[in-house]
Every structure is written in C-alpha cells, then in structure tokens.
DNA sequence: GAAGAGTTCGTTTTT
DNA sequence: CGAACTCTTC
C-alpha cells in the first residue's frame, strides 16, 4: 500500500539559530522573520537597547496602564467603542516586544473567529509581520479542538473525533428518546438539546447532575445525558459544549498535564469576558493557576447572552478570584458623539449589580437621538425607508449638516448619487466639475460645475431589532421602494442541505464511525434503502457491535437485503471503499518538544488532491446527477452551492481540515457585495459600528422581551437593558429609536405600550419628533389608507397614563406626536374575515392557485377539481384552493 | 414516495 | 399569519 510511507510535515517549527540569523541580518523581502523572531529581537533589544514600542504611543493613560501590566491579573473594564481591541493587541505587541514570552506561549481567546482573525490582522500589523507564529490566539472552541486532538484517548476518543453541529445533536437526541419509548411530541428533543447544553455549559458531566435538576425532563434527562454520552462515544463524536468540557476533564484528571501547559502558556488573554460560561471559566481557571499572568477584558453592562449560559458573575467576581488584579477602566470612547453616550448611560445606570463605568467623549455635539412613535409596524419600515432615501441622496437635515462624512473623496460620493458619473475636476471646497456620463436624476446631463450634496451612504446605515421577526417588515417595505439591504444571520450556507448532504460523504470517508453522517447519504439519492432496509444494517450493526458502514457490509453478506436495497448498498459500499483508499489522512496529531509545544500534523501522501476527489465522490455517487434531474426552481442554485463548497476546499489540506473548519467557522459575512443598508439583530450587532443607527420596536413585550422577563424576571429584564445600551452604543453619529402603537403579532392586532426603556431616555439629550416630523406636510398617517379602519382602545392613551413619570413625554414633540396618533383614529379590535365562499366552477375556466400560479380546469368531480397548471402540471385538487383567475389579482403572492 | 391537507407553534445565537 | 412539521391519500 502505497500510503505507507508517510510524511511529516512541521506546521510551526521553531530554529533558534536562524532567529539569531534574522535578527543579526537585515531581513530581505524574500525572508521575512516571523513574530517569534521578532520576539526574539524584542528579547535582544530589551538586553542591549530600547524595542521599538511606538505603539504606547497612541494609547490613552488607561489603555497604556492596561497593556503595560504585563504580570499578574488583571481586570480591563473596557466600555464600549473605548479601544479595547486596541489595548488588547498591543498587549500582544508588548508581551513579544520586552522578551516576556514567545508567540506560541501566549493564550489568547476570543468567542467568534470574527474578532480573533481582527486580533491577528492587528497584532500581525502592529508586528510587521504575518500571523504564522501565534498558535493559540483563537476562539474557546478551537482552542479546545487543538487540545482535544492530541490528547482524544484521555477521554476514550480518537483523535479523528467529529464535531457534530446542532442538527446532528437533535438528530441524535431524537433517537435516544424514540429508544426510550417517549413520546417525542411531549419532550421535544430540542428541549432535550437545551437541557444538556445548559449542563455543559455549568461543567457538568452527568455524574454530577444534583438531585434537582435530575428532575429536567420528565425525570429522565439525566438517563438520556448518560445515553446521549455514550452513544457519542461510539460514534466517535463531540458536541461543542463537549469540546470545553473534554478538556476540563482532561485537565482535572491529569494534574501533571495540566502543569505543563500552565508551563507552555505563560501569558493568557481572553476577550469578552463577560460572556464566559462556567466551564469556560473553570477552563480559564485551571491554565491560570500556576503563574496568573491572566488579563480579561470585557464590560459587565454588554453582557448579553446569559441565555446561553454566560455568567456576569464570572467578570464580577474576578478580583475575588484573582485577590491582588489589578482592575483598569476604559472610559474614554471614541465612537458616539455625547448625546448618544448620555441616553445610552441613562439607560444602563438602571440596572443594578454593575461594575459601573462612567462613558465620556470629548464630541460634544451632534445630533440628539431621536424618538419618534408611528401607527403601526408597517409604517415605522415605511418611515425609516423614506428616512434613509432622504439621508441617502443628500436632502435631509441630518446629511448637510454631518461633520465628519465616512466616504472619502468627493468621487466616491458623487459616484454613489449618480451611479456612474465622473468628477473630472475639482473647483474649490465642494463645488466640482463634473462630466456626467449618462442622464442624472440629481443634476441636468453634460458638463458643469455642481455641488456635491453631503450624503450617508447605505453601508453607513443599520437597522437593530430585538427578533429577527421584526426584519420582514423592513425586507418588504425597503424590497418595493428598490432599497439595496443585507440581512445578516439568514440561514448559513454551511446549514443548506445540499452542502450538508455532500459533507456528510466526506465526514463518512474521514470517520467511517460517523452513523449520522452514514445515514444521512444511505439514500440520497436514492438506491432504494428504505427504512426497513436501514432497519436491517442498524441491527446487524448493533448485533456485532460495529459502526453502520461495517453492519451494512455484513447485511449484504448474509443476504438480509433484498432487490434494490441490496444491490444500492453494495454499490455504495464499494463506492466508499475505493473513495476511502484515495483519500488523505491525517494520521498523526500535536507532537512537543521538552520544553515546547511543537504543533505538527503528519498526512499520508495522496494519490489525487481532496479536490479531486471531492469532485469523485460528488459525481459518482449520483449526488449532483440528482440535482442535474431536479426540476424544481432551487435545483440550479444548489448545485452552485456544490460548486462553491469544491471551491472553498482550495484552502485545506484535506478532507479533514475542511471539516473541522466547517464545524467550527460558521462564517456568517455575506461579503462586501455592493453598498446596502445593515438589517440585523441586536445581538448581532455586537462589537460593530454604524454611523446611523435605526432601533425600532420599542414596545413592551417586545423589547424588553416577555419572554425573558416571564422566564428570567430582574434578571431578564436587566439582560434587555443591556441590549439597549449595547444598541444605542452602536451609533456613531445618529441614532433613531422608534415604536408603533399597534404591531401585528401572530396574524393578531395588538395594541403596543411604548418601552419602559422610554421612560428611562434623557430629556435633555433626546429629540421627540412629530410622525411626519422631518420632511413635508403630509402626514404618513394618512398616506394612502383610511386608518378609520381601526377600532376601539386607542393605545395612546395608554401611553397618557405614564406621561406624568417620564422624562420624554413633557415634551412638545412628545405631545404634538400623541396628538397625531390619536387624531388619526384609534385602533380596531381584531376583525378575521372569514372569507371562504363558496366559488362554482366550470370546466375550461381560467383559476389560479397560490403555489401553482394560473392554469385551466380540465374535470370537476363535486369538490374535486382537475386543474392543468400553465407552468407545474396537472394536479387534482380541492375547488377551496383555487380562486377563479379574474380575482386572483386580489391575492398577494 | 410525493402532493396536498392538517397541525402546531411561535426570542435572541456562536461555536 | 406563515414556516415547519406530521398525517393522509393515491
């Protein structure tokens, strides 16, 4: 066998004397030194002369107090928009630069792989050099990965292990519970799902469930933890909460193992603090413990995912953990002008059990925020559509007067209102002489001298909501006004099902131990494994305690498979086989030195690229003929899809890596596709920065959530005041709050109470606006529909009730606004028309269904109508289903 | 095994 | 209301 010579390849090995060389020899373009013989020179330098730390420079007292304690804990409170990227990387920069620790000596995490690539960028460009020598700057979970890999056996897995994403997770569960004989309908596997990762996350394994919460579940969640464990044991498998909780375990069992990576990670950083959970805790805990050279940055008041097992205590708590840290404030921010900071610090100040941070700015003006109430959820998208319209071709008040504009010339800014036409000389100040190259709305065609209106350009703009719910509204509006808008956190390329199909292939070739991925692919495409054929390998697998590919081997030996089955799985069998023997394997994983953790990987050699047989795999086993045979409308993007998942495998080394990076990198930057207007949550928003900046939907029940004050009560409610500072943060220039009094909820009016987070804004800093405050006279309230249509109970006067306490509501525009609301009319109670009549048809008459589109119909039999479809074929179908053509324009599709 | 009928249940989401 | 799911029928 040709693979038996196997080759190692050094990832990251480090040569002491050729460091010497490259810090003696001026380094040529060629041969670049890498960050730990950058370090070295640093170790140099701080014997024989001063390093180069021009990077304390541009740091702010108390970012330069936090990145020059370098030894020992401690705590930086950083703020939002304060600098603590900043901080944090120079940190980086200053721990290589005065000889304190090599690159791959220093921990340091982050949660998303977002801010950890920002982290190496930053560090790599405040180094001048490439990325290569940081080994453990990464996110928890990879981390853990890496970890986990080199020492599988400790917990009984092999280094190969998969990682199983959440649909796999519930998949599992779904089994287990089936197993159990329990009704699925009643315990959902995905509570199941929540209720284990709740304990994972607290670090606990399922012996140390505690009396109570073996109650979870029906009584039986503890026995399905320990099943769920199990079973992932035999698939060779992990969850994510299992990639932290492995290596606690290892850790704790293995004191020697854990004192020698206290030993290789001499200094740990860990950004986002508060958004830690306990295992991540304990994790951090256990590394620190030897020399405590730990520095965590995070802010108590942006802690916003205690849903999801973060503990504030944890960043609360952390001078009791580490007696002696030394805790640095990051006030000064840099990002919002002072009437944003100071309606955002109103906000916060409500809650109780901070830290507390006081945010200053030396931006003394700008725009207040602005509040402004609307009739319902569809005008509110109307309104913020017309607002960016405004903002965005240069009329509004707000993009004349913008001191400091994002884009950069006067070209960029003209070629954005005109769509193509050219700054071909510049006059003086903003006046320019400008060659239109095709007919222009903004200004008469040809030459001349013109004046660059100031605008906002779209990617300068965000719309925040609390439920991605709320964003339909804004797709719909901004989709019939033509507004070019990007939705992030849609559903994931990796997520498609075509992409996890395909996946689950090369998971099978990488990990034959795999079942979920084996059972995924038995029948897609079809080779005629229904579930009694599966039925048989599952048993036959079961029976002689092997893995399903091994137990359908078996079910086709002893003939338990008949006709198609037998002849499908023997093919696939064979299929898998021949894949399998071209497929590169990593075989080896993480190998030390004595003093050193030296990251190593070892490959068997190929015969073809993974490419290749990607594409191989792909091809032969039918998998894109069946979408090449699918008519439906989807087919042809899917198989795009396939071609960009061949593509994307370019990056790897092999099928292995690319998994792994898939498990772990759920990459959710649609990319920078043209200029369009942000729609995201505000959970989403997280670390980003907007100049304009639209939080809609503050109403009670929906922001704060009912949710979480009913499941979370203080607690809950204080986790939504921090959504909203974490929202108004965001802003950088302008910043628009905004609520509707009437708000459709599950097909249901409801009359909407304006947020209590309203009540707590400052006068002082915010702007009450009228609904057709800004632009025009016509109202938006009248515009177009008779709002007479709505009944009884005005909400506004619900609004009235809490005038008297509210800071905001003593305004003028407070009450201009209140009257326009209830002048307009007052909303109707739910009317539902029943709108089912009964329509006779003939036959030849034209119909239209809604999913079918026009067609004729050929037969009636009483209800039962034959319909030849123009575009989908013919069907039989209830007459309740179809209208008759002429009416269809009244049904929106 | 596919189409269509009926049912249920509705935050936030990274890895 | 509408997506996602299951159940029914051919």
């Known amino acids: 066998m040709a693979w038996l010579f196997y080759i190692l390849l050094l990832m990251s090995s480090y040569d002491e004397d050729e460091a010497f060389e490259a810090a003696a020899a001026p380094t040529s373009g060629q041969h670049r030194p890498s960050l730990s013989q950058l370090a070295m020179q640093g170790a140099r330098a701080a014997t024989f002369g001063a390093p180069d730390t021009s990077y304390l420079d541009s740091l702010n007292p108390a970012q330069r107090e936090a990145v020059e304690t370098l030894d020992g804990p401690v705590l930086m409170l950083a703020g939002a928009g304060t600098g603590k990227t900043k901080a944090l990387t120079a940190r980086i920069a200053h721990l290589l630069n005065t000889g304190r620790a090599q690159p791959r000596e220093i921990l340091a995490v982050t949660f998303t792989n977002k801010a950890a690539r920002e982290m190496k960028e930053r560090v790599a460009a405040l180094m001048g050099q490439d990325i290569e ?17 080199r020492h ?15 649909d796999d997770q519930i998949r599992l569960l779904k089994q287990l519970i089936n197993a159990e004989g329990i009704d699925e309908k009643r315990w959902p596997a995905r509570q199941l799902a929540g209720v284990i990762d709740s304990w994972k996350n607290r670090a606990l394994t399922p012996g140390r469930i505690s009396g109570g919460e073996g109650e979870e579940f029906n009584g039986r969640g503890v026995r399905l933890y320990a099943a769920y464990q199990a079973r992932l044991q035999t698939l060779n498998a992990v969850d994510f909460g299992d990639l932290l909780l492995h290596v606690v375990t290892i850790f704790q069992k293995h004191p020697d193992l854990l004192e020698q990576y206290q030993r290789w990670f001499r200094y740990i950083l860990v950004d986002e603090y508060q958004d830690t959970n306990v295992a991540q805790y304990l994790w951090l805990r256990l590394l620190a413990g030897g020399h405590k050279n730990i520095c965590c940055v995070g802010d108590d008041d942006q802690s916003i995912y205690g849903w999801r097992g973060a503990e504030v205590g944890n960043i609360l708590r952390f001078e009791k953990d580490f007696p002696g840290a030394k805790v640095v404030r990051l006030e000064r921010n840099y990002r919002s002008t002072e009437h944003i900071l100071k309606a955002a610090s109103a906000i916060i100040s409500c809650n109780k059990d901070r830290l507390g941070k006081d945010l200053w700015t030396d931006e003394t003006d700008g725009e207040k925020v602005r509040l402004i109430g609307h009739w319902d959820g569809e005008e509110e998208a109307r309104w913020v559509g017309e607002e960016i319209e405004a903002m965005h071709s240069g009329v509004s008040g707000f993009a004349k007067r913008r001191k ?13 209102l005109t769509k193509g036409g050219r700054v071909s000389e510049h006059v003086a100040g903003d006046i320019h002489q400008i060659n239109l190259q095709r007919e222009q709305a903004l200004s008469p065609a040809g030459v001349g001298n013109y004046k660059i209106p100031q605008s906002v350009g779209l990617d300068e703009i965000a719309i925040l909501v609390r439920a991605s719910h709320q964003m339909r509204a804004f797709e719909d509006r901004f989709l019939s006004i033509g507004l070019p808008y990007r939705v992030i956190g849609g559903p994931r390329f990796y997520e498609r099902m075509e992409i996890r199909d395909a996946m689950a292939y090369f998971r099978v070739i990488c990990q034959p131990d795999d079942d979920l991925a084996f059972e995924r692919i038995i029948n897609t495409p079809k080779r005629g494994v229904g579930d009694k054929a599966l039925q048989e390998i599952q048993i036959a697998a079961r029976s002689n305690g092997v893995n399903l590919v091994e137990g359908a081997r078996i079910a086709v030996a002893d003939g338990l498979l008949k006709g198609k089955a037998k002849s499908g799985v023997a093919q696939l069998l064979a299929d898998l086989d021949r894949w399998t023997s071209l497929n590169v394997q990593q075989i080896r994983y993480g190998v030390e030195d004595e003093d050193a953790l030296v ?7 190929a015969e073809i690229s993974h490419i290749e047989l990607a594409e191989k795999i792909l091809d032969e086993s039918g998998y894109t003929k069946m979408w090449q045979n699918d008519k439906s409308p989807e087919a042809p993007g899917r198989l795009e899809n396939l071609k960009e998942l061949v593509k994307a495998l370019e990056q790897f080394e092999n099928l292995a890596g690319f998994l792994e990076h898939v498990a772990l990198i759920m990459d959710n930057d649609s990319g920078n596709d043209g200029e369009k207007v942000t729609i995201m949550t505000l959970h989403g928003a997280k670390g980003l920065e907007f100049p304009v900046v639209f939080l809609p939907g503050w109403e009670e029940g929906l922001f704060p959530s009912q949710r979480s004050m009913d499941e979370s009560g203080t607690k809950g409610l204080e986790e939504e005041r921090r959504l909203a500072y974490v929202g108004i943060t965001r802003a950088e220039e302008l910043c628009t709050i905004s609520f509707a009094a009437n708000r459709r909820v599950y097909g249901q009016w409801q009359a909407q109470m304006a947020s209590r987070f309203i009540d707590e804004l400052p006068a002082d800093h915010v702007d009450v606006m009228t609904p057709n405050g800004l632009y025009g006279a016509q109202g938006n309230m009248g515009a177009g529909r008779s709002l007479d249509d709505y009944g009884q109970d005005s909400s506004p006067s619900r609004f009235q009730e809490r005038a008297a306490k509210a800071d905001v509501y003593n305004s003028p525009g407070w009450k201009r606004m209140q ?13 539902t028309i029943e709108a089912k009549a009964t329509v006779a048809f003939t036959e030849g008459e034209r119909v239209f269904h809604k999913k079918f589109g026009y067609g004729e119909v050929m037969a009636i039999e009483g209800e039962n109508l034959t319909v030849e479809f123009d575009h989908s074929g013919t069907k039989k179908l209830k007459a309740g289903f179809v209208l008759p053509a002429d009416q269809a324009g009244d049904v929106p599709f």
């Open 133 to 149: 020598g940081m080994p453990w700057l990464g996110t928890f979970h990879s981390v853990c990965v890496k970890l986990l890999r």
């Open 152 to 166: 599988a056996e400790l917990v009984d897995l092999k280094s190969n292990f998969t990682i199983l994403d959440t």
């Open 404 to 416: 400091n504009p994002r884009s950069k010339t006067p070209d960029q800014e003209f070629e954005r």
């Open 599 to 605: 990251e190593d990987v070892a490959y068997e050699p």
């Open 819 to 831: 009257q326009r609301t209830s002048r307009a009319g007052t909303p109707r109670s739910p009317v």
